[in-house]
């Protein structure tokens, strides 16, 4: 199956008062990289969770959002320092003396001193938190994953229309090649008569020309090359799989086989298929940054 690099997906789980909120979103990207945005008391799972998406993701730039609610009534408690409140009645007793003033501290007073009294959130279940949130982050994956198929198929579809298109072109520039050979032996057997009238033209010098010019258009290699690079390209995006790479270097291959058949082109036909090829080529290109 062929996945495309950009997606979204969205879960919301929701257990034991409490409630995670996941949300994945990606772009093109020549490798993976993950971008992941949390509440900080969930900072101590930042590696699970990489690995977790590293399960459905191999390439992209990749943008994670996790939302975090404790929706429990004791999920925090109230701690009295004794001691520090000890410290501050010392100090104001001594400053009472020092300076001959009454000690007039209530408890009310001292209550608000900072860090007379704490606010602490409960300790909680790492493990069980984990199982939740691990949930959440699957449930999200699971439907990013299954938008980057749809566009996948999209894109293969596509691909696979513009890679017959390709071929056309290339049995196109087969086909005209001989006739351009032909044409070319006819028009210097034509100069030649012009040149010498009506004595008997060298056929045998004839045929020698001839051989070198088609030698020197010559652009079997090229063809076989580029068939073969368009074949293999559909053959991997039916095969499916994160090919995204691979598929990108084939596309560089078939723009330098058309490239060398635009410069050996000696005909506007064959130079048109092949600007033509180039063009096509490029479009391939294009969609093919946006495979995994």
């Not at 998406?53 to 109230?78: Q, T």
Request: aromatic share 8%; with cysteine.
């Amino acid at each position: 199956m062929i996945k495309s690099m950009t997606g979204y997906g969205r879960c919301e789980i929701a257990a034991d008062d409490r409630k995670f909120t996941v949300e994945i979103k990606s772009v093109n990207h020549r490798y993976l990289e993950f971008n992941i945005k949390m509440p900080k008391k969930l900072n101590f799972f930042e590696s699970a969770i990489r690995a977790e998406l590293k399960r459905y993701i191999s390439r992209g730039k990749v943008d994670v959002f996790i939302a975090y609610e404790d929706l429990s009534e004791n999920n925090a408690c109230i701690r009295y320092n004794r001691d520090l409140a000890a410290e501050y009645l010392e100090y104001l007793d001594q400053m009472a003396r020092e300076f001959g003033l009454e000690n007039d501290v209530k408890v009310s007073t001292l209550s608000k001193y900072p860090d007379v009294f704490v606010m602490e959130e409960q300790s909680v279940d790492e493990e069980e938190l984990w199982k939740e949130l691990q949930k959440a982050i699957s449930g999200a994956a699971e439907g990013f994953v299954q938008t980057r198929m749809a566009e996948g198929e999209n894109l293969k579809g596509d691909l696979l229309e513009k890679l017959d298109g390709m071929l056309k072109l290339v049995e196109q520039v087969e086909e005209r090649y001989p006739k351009v050979q032909v044409q070319y032996r006819d028009r210097l057997a034509e100069k030649v008569r012009e040149l010498i009238g009506d004595t008997q033209v060298d056929e045998g010098r004839l045929l020698t020309e001839v051989a070198i010019f088609a030698d020197r258009i010559c652009v079997d290699e090229e063809v076989v090359r580029l068939r073969s690079h368009i074949e293999a390209t559909a053959k991997t995006l039916r095969e499916g799989g994160s090919v995204g790479r691979k598929l990108d270097f084939i596309a560089q291959e078939m723009n330098r086989e058309a490239n060398t058949i635009l410069s050996k082109a000696n005909d506007l036909e064959v130079s048109g298929a092949a600007i033509e090829l180039k063009t096509e080529i490029e479009k391939v290109r294009e969609q093919i940054q946006n495979i995994e």
